[in-house]
């Protein structure tokens, strides 16, 4: 019921945050104003089947918004091809020198990120994160609790294999990015306690399907006995899976970590990977619109530090329901 309640929030915020309408004042750092046409720049971390589910949503949140308040809202999606923190600090750059009203930013790595949102956000431009947390940057951000997602991964884990236990290896994905080390701490902390787990390190999948891929075969070849795969990114799951498959150990080696993406639905229906906790995609896109049309247009300062999308388990019992609503949004 608690993660339940927390999507109702983090819908009512979406409701709420839209309410002050069209006819407000801009405020002087967004540049909405006298009801302007509004450009919100998303710069996730890298090119990603789940990334695109998150632009589906703020399209689609920008479509009605801009029905409702008469005026014109763009998604600009700029994503880097590969997980660099440099060339994501390029696109911002490249965005920023475009003036938008707003930039989202999922970082890949907020040490090496810190600099230029401060530039950027000294033009005047607001920024937010989304799928990500960072404690002490000042910044907002669209999330979910990712620590409590990795943890209830790991139970799901631990309830499958039983008393009898076994090797567990937790693949990482890009270790300087927020979220993904959130979980891989979180992961670690709760198999630390489970004594019949013994956790086998597999290469980072640096958020890249055929680098996970390339990752979990090698961790199955090193450990023949191997039972289980855990996970911190989208893209590991489908990785994981593809390389059990090769394997010969569909259904022998346990996969738990699921997220919005048609090749994880897949691989949930054969039963491949069994489920996991997912982060509402969608709803952070549509969150993303709603907030930084909030800043510009609303100008109340009274926006939430941080609004927590929730978590939603996906396995062979539900995976339809979120195939059918993946299908009708394409």
Known sequence: MKKLIVVVIAFALVIG???CGGNQTASSGGGGGGGEDLTFVIVPKVVHEWFDAVTTGAVAQADIMSKDTGRKITIDYRAPQAG?????NRI????AATKPQGIALDPLDWTGNQAVVAEIQAQGVPVIFFDARVPGS???GVTSDMAEQARLNAGKMVELLGPAGGKVAIQHGIPTASNHDERYQALKEYLAGQPQIEV????PGMDDIAISQTGAAATIAANPDLKGFLNVDAAAPVGQAAAVEEAGKAGEII???????VQIYDYIQKGTIVGGYSVPAVMYGELIVTILYHINVCAS????????????YIDKDNVQTFIDIANAMN
């Open 200 to 203: 086998v390190e597999a290469p």
């Open 301 to 312: 300062g009274t926006e939430p530090y941080e609004i927590d999308g929730g978590l939603t």
């Open 255 to 261: 996969i738990v970590g699921a997220e919005n993406m």
């Open 84 to 88: 660099d923190p440099q060339e994501q």
């Open 17 to 19: 945050l839209a309410a």
């Open 138 to 140: 000042g910044i907002m």
């Open 92 to 95: 911002m750059e490249q965005a």
